[in-house]
């Protein structure tokens, strides 16, 4: 802390700044990295912040320089997610907010699942070449930006590739997710959805933070007088984020509504708790209320708010007979993108068990008994490709 020099922090002399003066609570539920945050009691006037470790296999899924750049944008032009205090190699010190991590239960809530269409549709608004660092004639063709899903499935397919060859994983995986099959399926699957758009319209290509699963959405303890109550809501966690298509970045959350990563099999999927059509309309008219073009009248990509946070007054929020055709025309679009994240976060699955397979192998080569691993990433990317099957079947593929 004190060689970052973190506000507030840099006051505390070396000295001072020994473990048993600090208070360190580990955050649970984090997949990617460990996240901690760290107070010191004795001086109230000393910020909390938070500790993000970055996890071992990150670097194949995650450019971070990146990230940080993108975190950088976000928070001093758009007051979007957190401040980065400072960085060392292996992670980075954070702005914390005094709020609550949602639940998988709070996502069900229709107020707070308002709060968050609202807040998602203001980020899909930002624009996107500030955060690409593009040209101005790379932003004519805004709406060409590679999405995601596509890229990061073809991105990490080589490193899951790589782990499905280690010797731990057992045959009787390799057999159920016949990888191969997946990506014959993939393509088939890709060629099928750039049909789909040219036939029935494109999903809008928007700054997309592609992760938003309960942990990733905090709900402040104190809203700034004047902020609209949907500002209560905080998105955290950009590793994931990038252009995409809008309607990917919805049938994501939407998955998650699925999860629960603090029950007995965090690694499963509860297809039984995906929204009902009335929590997803719910859901989507919010979105739609916040949302720039099609409907509202500014430039797409542009933001939804000004710089010190607060909504634009320029904004025009959509009429009622606009946005109830523009939630069907989102309903058809989550639908046919749905598959697409189960797609990418199978083969995410695949390239995070690396370090526990390893781990596995070396406990074995000694004689030992392997620890279980905290979350079963094979498990979970077995659920998913399972799901991806399953959804592009339903589409005729």
């Known amino acids: 802390m004190f060689a970052l020099r973190v506000p507030s922090w840099s006051s505390i002399s070396e000295d001072y700044l020994v473990p048993e003066n600090l208070k360190i609570f580990k955050v649970s539920g984090s997949l990617t990295n460990a996240v901690f945050f760290i107070s010191y009691p004795a001086i109230p006037s000393i910020k909390t912040v938070l500790l993000r470790i970055y ?46 991590a949602l639940t998988s239960e709070d996502l069900r809530d229709p107020t707070i699942s308002r709060w968050i269409g609202a807040r998602m549709a203001e980020l899909h608004c930002v624009d996107i070449g500030a955060i690409e660092d593009a040209s101005s004639t790379d932003l004519e063709a805004k709406s060409q930006w590679d999405v995601a899903a596509k890229d990061n499935v073809r991105l990490w397919l080589k490193a899951a590739m790589d782990v499905l060859l280690l010797p731990s994983v057992s045959d ?13 399926d993939w393509e088939r699957y890709m060629v099928w959805l750039s049909d789909w758009e040219q036939k029935h319209g494109h999903s809008k290509r928007v700054f997309a933070h592609n992760d938003t699963q309960y942990g990733n959405l905090l709900r402040l303890r104190k809203l700034k007088e004047g ?171």
């Not at 928070?75 to 190699?89: A, D, K, L, M, N």
């Not at 797409?300 to 634009?312: I, K, L, P, T, V």
């Open 227 to 397: 902020l609209p109550e949907h500002r209560q809501i905080i998105v955290v966690d950009f590793e994931y984020a990038s252009p995409n298509s809008a309607a990917f970045d919805i049938a994501n959350h939407f998955q998650e509504w699925t999860a629960n990563y603090h029950g007995p099999t965090p690694h499963l999927l509860e297809p039984s708790r995906y929204p009902s059509l009335e929590e997803r309309t719910n859901f989507c008219r919010a979105y739609v209320s916040h949302t720039f073009p099609p409907l509202g009248t500014v430039e797409a990509g542009s933001s939804a708010m000004n710089s010190d946070g607060a909504e634009s007054s320029s904004q025009k929020f959509v009429h009622g007979t606009d946005v109830e055709n523009e939630v069907r025309r989102l309903e058809s679009q989550v639908r046919v993108w749905s598959p697409a994240t189960h797609a990418m976060w199978a083969v995410w699955g695949i390239v995070q068990a690396r370090e526990d397979l390893e781990q596995a192998a070396r406990a074995r080569a000694e004689g030992g008994r392997p620890d279980d691993p905290e979350f079963d990433y094979l498990g979970y990317a077995r659920c998913r490709l399972q799901s991806f099957e399953r959804e592009i079947r339903a589409l005729g593929l």
């Open 55 to 100: 996890g071992p296999a990150s670097s194949s899924l995650i450019s971070r320089p990146r990230e940080l750049h993108t975190l950088h944008v976000l928070s001093s032009q758009y007051r979007i997610g957190p401040r980065v205090h400072g960085t060392f190699e292996n992670g980075r010190v954070e702005e914390y907010f005094e709020s609550d």
């Open 172 to 184: 009787e995986f390799k057999q159920a997710v016949q990888i191969e099959q997946f990506v014959k």
